[in-house]
């Protein structure tokens, strides 16, 4: 029984921590007034794949798949 309680502590300690990063951006209006709601964002680094809006990969806080395929070339190409 102890073991079970100390596999379902670390199981929900892993879980909390899954959205730890995460920052929300509050909402503001864009120059030409169109008003962009507030959302959450991950932290920012250069790996294209780790990204909720990349392919295969799911959103937590709305549920939408990701759907950018592949990164923009960093070269200006």
Known sequence: MKKFL???CVVL???GTAFVQDTYVNGYYR???TYVQGH???PSNDYFYDNYSSSG???PYTGEK???K???NPYGY
């Open 57 to 59: 990969n799911r959103n």
């Open 40 to 42: 959450y964002k991950s």
């Open 66 to 68: 990701g759907y950018k």
């Open 31 to 33: 120059k030409d007034g």
């Open 13 to 15: 300690g892993f879980a």
């Open 70 to 72: 592949y990164p923009k």
């Open 6 to 8: 100390f596999i379902i």
